[in-house]
């Protein structure tokens, strides 16, 4: 069984930082597109920031320059440093990776389990 563990959240003031970690294990043949999304209350889940397996990275317009997304591939795990937090970053934080898995080199997208972040002003 292939699972995603987030770790790293938390309350923070205005301006300060947290990173966010998420490791998945299980029988895992190779990792692919791994990423953070985000959803706050009363609105739906959203993109962050992604990365490719060679390190492409993709980010939301609203978290340019503050976050940063990186991966190690020998670890099967991908992390989220988040500088210059706003209170409009609070919300509950994903994981979301792309896996082929063993037995059977199936392909599927898998998601953690979600950490809070929550930011004061």
């Known amino acids: 069984q292939v699972q995603l563990v987030e770790s790293g959240g938390g309350l923070v003031q205005a301006g300060g930082s947290l990173r966010l970690s998420c490791a998945a294990s299980?029988?895992?043949?190779?990792?692919?597109?791994m990423g953070w999304y985000r959803q706050a209350p009363g609105k739906q889940r959203e993109l962050v920031a992604t990365i490719t397996s060679d390190g492409g990275t993709n980010y939301a317009d609203s978290v340019k320059g503050r976050f940063t997304v990186a991966r190690v591939n020998a670890k099967n795990t991908v992390y989220l440093q988040m500088n210059s937090l706003k209170p409009e970053d609070t919300a509950v934080y994903y994981c979301?990776?792309?896996?082929?898995?063993?037995?059977?080199?199936?392909?599927?997208?898998?998601w953690g389990q979600g950490t809070l972040v929550t930011v004061s002003p």
């Open positions: 299980g029988s895992i043949f190779s990792t692919h597109t």
């Open positions: 979301n990776a792309g896996l082929v898995t063993a037995p059977g080199y199936r392909y599927q997208e898998v």
